[in-house]
């Protein structure tokens, strides 16, 4: 990855224009960016529903098809 990427203040800047859904996905993308979007996820995050919503769509299909639940 470009070392571009390691700047956390450009991370974080860009962090700024996501929504929850785009940070949580650009959180997966690499460990550094997850340590540098997790605040960003959770001061959005005060229920349990918009956790949920952070999941992919078709997460609880997943679950349910393969008799986990």
């Known amino acids: 990855m470009h070392p571009i990427w390691d700047i956390s203040?450009?991370?974080?800047?860009?962090l700024d224009f996501l929504s929850t859904r785009d940070a949580a996905i650009l959180a997966a993308v690499r460990r550094a960016f997850w340590r540098i979007a997790s605040p960003y996820i959770w001061r959005e995050i005060d229920t349990v529903y918009k956790l949920i919503l952070l999941l992919?769509?078709?997460?609880?299909?997943?679950w349910y098809g393969h008799g986990i639940a």
């Open 56 to 62: 992919p769509e078709d997460a609880l299909s997943k």
């Open 9 to 14: 203040e450009i991370v974080e800047f860009i």
